[in-house]
C-alpha cells in the first residue's frame, strides 16, 4: 500500500496556491495546448500520476444514493484517460467534475478575466470546493 491520498481539500488548494505562485508554470501545463504538439512521454506520464491522485482522493468523498447518470454510463465505455485507475464510474464522474471546475476557477482568475467584477476569485474557488466536498476536512 502506497500512502494515502491528499484530502480533496488539500489537492485543490495546493493546485491554487502553486498556480498563483507560478502562473507561467501552470499555462505551460493548462494553458492552450499549441497545435500539432504532442507532450513526450514522459510529460504524459506525469499527467496521468496527476489525474491518479485526483482519482485517489475522490474516492475518499462519501458516496451518495444518486443514481448513474447518462454521463456516468457513458463513462463506462470511455475511460482510457483514467489510465487503468479501478475506480468506479461514479468517482470517474465526480473526479472529472472536480478537475474541471476548479481548474475553470483558477484558469479564469490566472488570465484576468475576473479583473472589473469585483469579487474575490478566492471565494468563488471556496465555494466551488465546498460544492464538491461538502461534509470533507
Given at each position: 500500500l502506497g500512502p494515502a491520498p491528499p484530502p480533496p481539500t488539500a489537492l485543490a488548494h495546493a493546485l491554487r496556491d502553486w498556480a498563483l505562485a507560478a502562473?507561467?508554470?501552470?499555462?505551460?501545463?493548462?494553458?492552450?495546448?499549441?497545435?500539432?504538439?504532442?507532450?513526450?512521454d514522459d510529460i504524459t506520464v506525469i499527467a496521468s500520476e496527476i489525474m491518479a491522485t485526483v482519482l485517489d482522493a475522490c474516492a475518499e468523498l462519501p458516496d451518495g444514493d444518486t443514481p448513474l447518470t447518462p454521463f456516468d454510463e457513458y463513462l463506462e465505455d470511455h475511460r482510457?484517460?483514467?489510465?487503468?485507475?479501478?475506480?468506479?464510474?461514479?468517482?470517474?464522474?465526480?473526479?472529472?467534475t472536480f478537475w474541471t471546475r476548479l481548474h475553470g476557477v483558477v484558469s479564469l482568475e490566472l488570465a484576468g478575466?475576473?479583473?472589473?467584477?469585483?469579487?474575490?476569485p478566492g471565494q468563488l474557488f471556496a465555494a466551488e470546493l465546498n460544492d464538491l466536498t461538502i461534509g470533507i476536512p
Open positions: 502562473p507561467h508554470r501552470y499555462f505551460l501545463i493548462y494553458g492552450t495546448p499549441v497545435p500539432g504538439y504532442h507532450a513526450p482510457a484517460w483514467a489510465d487503468g485507475h479501478p475506480a468506479p464510474t461514479p468517482v470517474l464522474h465526480r473526479a472529472l478575466h475576473f479583473t472589473g467584477m469585483e469579487f474575490d
